[in-house]
């Protein structure tokens, strides 16, 4: 789902962006997954701190009908590159070609602070609230469609999250349309080139503050903010494009009253 961009005249045949929708679109018809596209097997890159945990983030979950399932979507995972998409309600779908063994190893799930097996699908035990948490081992270079579709969020403080190495971001909160609350304040983006779609139809978002976002490398914007229509004030002050190709429909869906704070004026001038 991740974009992709290259330069000048190539961009426009290479790059992959989300598909623009209008008002009368269902969000959930966007939402359901897409055919993986066989991707090439980078080569193992020598890791920092490999027994460090990192704790991915923490969601809650208000459960009307338990019949529902919890799925998890992996989309990579490989020893020295776990990108995996947390919960989402009734996205069903098979499972990927995917090593779950490995998973298991670097992945652990805790439910109302109990740890679960690692399984793609849960099924709630009855109605009530649930909390889970997630935790892997080794640093995450991919974070594209983590909290994809994830409709039910209303809260998610990444304070800890551990960006050092990720290079791409794409749809990472696509569809997160009841976030009110994100924190990404201690992001570290300097090694991010796709940032497209990224907080695409999150529409309950008033306020966001990105000022400590480096992205001096980020070669592709593109549908950015699209349909963030709740922005009142966003902080993108530290915002840079001397690698930056593609930035069609950025600010698309964002009303005019929203207070952009930007100092490049080639991101800014996308806002009209």
Do not use: W
Not at 134 to 159: H, P, Q, R
């Amino acid at each position: 789902m991740g974009a992709c961009c290259g330069s000048a005249d190539e961009s426009k045949k290479r790059q992959r962006v989300e598909p623009k929708i209008d008002a009368e679109t269902d969000l959930d018809d966007v939402l359901k997954p897409e055919k993986e596209e066989k991707k090439e097997i980078e080569p193992k890159k020598e890791i920092e701190n490999k027994d460090e945990v990192v704790k991915i983030g923490l969601q809650e979950y208000h459960i009307i009908d338990p019949t529902k399932n919890f799925a998890i979507s992996c989309y990579e995972a490989k020893n020295d590159n776990i990108n995996i998409s947390t919960p989402i309600l009734n996205y069903n779908h098979e499972p990927k070609s995917i090593n779950l063994k490995e998973i298991k190893d670097f992945c652990q799930i805790s439910l109302n602070d109990e740890n679960i097996p690692f399984n793609f699908e849960y099924t709630f035990p009855k109605e009530g609230k649930y909390n889970f948490k997630f935790s892997y081992k080794y640093c995450l270079v991919n974070s594209s469609n983590m909290f994809f579709g994830c409709k039910n969020l209303i809260s998610l403080d990444l304070t800890n999250f551990n960006s050092s190495y990720i290079t791409n971001m794409s749809c990472m909160f696509f569809g997160c349309k009841s976030l009110e609350t994100l924190n990404v304040s201690n992001f570290n983006t300097s090694n991010v080139t796709y940032m497209s779609n990224m907080f695409s139809y999150c529409s309950s978002l008033k306020s966001l503050d990105l000022s400590s976002f480096n992205t001096e490398n980020v070669t592709n914007m593109g549908n950015m903010f699209q349909d963030c229509s709740s922005l009142v004030d966003l902080n993108i002050s530290n915002f840079t494009s001397p690698k930056l190709t593609f930035l069609e429909g950025i600010f698309d869906g964002v009303k005019k009253k929203c207070k952009i704070i930007c100092n490049d004026k080639k991101i800014l001038n996308e806002f009209k």
